[in-house]
């Protein structure tokens, strides 16, 4: 069974604390790694998308690197704005299915 | 933004009671997919659709049927509703030249 793993499950840091969240998977039949943002009330918003092993992705202050068994999102510097769930997820070749994490909650405290 | 709906946003029934849930999107796209969102769960895939009337399991699809008769309607039915029902669904679609998803702004539904 395909599985989707993310740690730590939530992750309080301060203003301009620099970390990572982890997105570990199942690596056989896997065709693509998707990062998304979840804020309260809302509908998952995508981030990025990996498909190779090496390659990494920017957005702001995110970046997504993959390697060829996990993913993993850097933080640099966040702000209070950055305060929100995210979610990894696998695309498997297998039944075009996408399997998701169950998220990391992230807060940034001012 | 990828032109998602969903219809009703809220919605309160009775155990027991039919439920339908509509998802409509309006940029053609091939895949769509029901999930539910559960606090300690994630979102968990309930049904997807990969054309018209050609649908598939998820992992929870016990308790739920879907229908596909137009490329832009997604439609997810609880027969007979049950309190391990609520919960906050979603509706997504799948861009097929980037196999990344889009995802409507949910509906939460309460089965008391």
């Known amino acids: 069974e395909d599985q989707v793993t993310q740690s730590p499950e939530a992750l309080r840091l301060q203003e301009g604390e620099s970390s990572s969240l982890n997105c570990s998977y199942t690596v056989s039949g896997l065709r693509g790694l998707f990062w998304y943002r979840q804020d309260p009330g809302k509908g998952p918003e995508f981030l990025f998308t990996l498909y190779s092993a090496g390659e990494e992705k920017e957005k702001e202050r995110l970046k997504a690197t993959l390697t060829k068994k996990e993913s993993f999102l850097h933080i640099t510097a966040p702000k209070p704005e950055d305060s929100a769930t995210y979610l990894c997820?696998?695309?498997?070749?297998?039944?075009?299915?996408?399997?998701f994490g169950s998220g990391t909650r992230l807060s940034i405290r001012p | 933004d990828a032109g998602i709906t969903q219809s009703p946003r809220h919605k309160v029934t009775e155990t027991g009671t039919p439920v339908t849930l509509r998802c409509h999107q309006t940029?053609?796209?091939?895949?769509m997919y029901w999930y539910r969102q559960d606090p300690g769960h994630g979102l968990r895939l309930i049904h997807y659709?990969?054309?018209?009337?050609?649908?598939d399991k998820g992992e929870v699809s016990d308790g739920y049927s879907v229908s596909r008769s137009k490329t832009e309607d997604f439609l997810l039915t609880l027969e007979s509703a049950t309190s391990s029902q609520t919960s906050v669904y979603f509706c997504?679609?799948?861009?097929?030249?980037?196999?990344?998803?889009?995802f409507g702004p949910g509906t939460r539904l309460t089965v008391l």
């Open positions: 997504a679609i799948r861009d097929g030249s980037t196999d990344t998803q889009y």
């Open positions: 997820a696998g695309l498997y070749s297998s039944a075009s299915k996408i399997i």
């Open positions: 940029e053609n796209h091939r895949y």
């Open positions: 659709s990969y054309g018209v009337k050609d649908t």
